[in-house]
C-alpha cells in the first residue's frame, strides 16, 4: 500500500506565500512523477503542477504558470514541493496531491494511482 500525505497549507492573506509538501510512502519501490490538483466547493478538481520522476519535466496549468513551481526534494525520494508565490483569494481550496510509478509528468487527475487527503489553502482579501 502507498500512501501519500500532503502538508502546508493554512490561512494567508492575498500576496503571501506558501510551500506545500507531499510525500509517498508504504510499499513504494519506484520513484514516483507526482501532480498537484485543488478543488473548491462546487467546482471540479484542477489540474495545478505536475513533475516527471527524474524532475527534468515540468508542467503548469496556466493560470499558475510563473506564481507557482513545483519541484523535487533534493534530499529525499518520492518527496515534492509546491511553493505558491502572490497568492490570491481564488486560490482558496483544498489542494491534492498525486502519484504514479511512471516517468512522465501527468496532467490528468484520472491517471494518477496514489491521493493524499488534502490540505486546505485559504487565502484572505
Known amino acids: 500500500q502507498v500512501q501519500v500525505d500532503e502538508s502546508g497549507g493554512g490561512l494567508v492573506q492575498a500576496g503571501d506565500s506558501l510551500r506545500l509538501s507531499c510525500s509517498a510512502s508504504?510499499?513504494?519501490?519506484?520513484?514516483?512523477?507526482f501532480g498537484w490538483f485543488r478543488q473548491s466547493p462546487g467546482k471540479e478538481r484542477e489540474f495545478l503542477a505536475a513533475?516527471?520522476?527524474?524532475?527534468?519535466?515540468?508542467?503548469y496549468e496556466h493560470s499558475v504558470k510563473g506564481r507557482f513551481t513545483i519541484s523535487r526534494d533534493n534530499a529525499v525520494k518520492n518527496v515534492v514541493h509546491l511553493q505558491m508565490n502572490n497568492l490570491k483569494a481564488e486560490d482558496t481550496a483544498v489542494y491534492y496531491c498525486?502519484?504514479?510509478?511512471?516517468?512522465?509528468?501527468?496532467?490528468?487527475?484520472?491517471?494518477?494511482?496514489?491521493w493524499g487527503q488534502g490540505t486546505q489553502v485559504t487565502v484572505s482579501s
Open positions: 513533475i516527471s520522476r527524474d524532475g527534468s519535466g515540468v508542467d
Open positions: 498525486a502519484a504514479k510509478p511512471a516517468t512522465y509528468a501527468y496532467t490528468t487527475f484520472r491517471t494518477y494511482d496514489y
Open positions: 508504504g510499499r513504494i519501490g519506484n520513484i514516483y512523477s
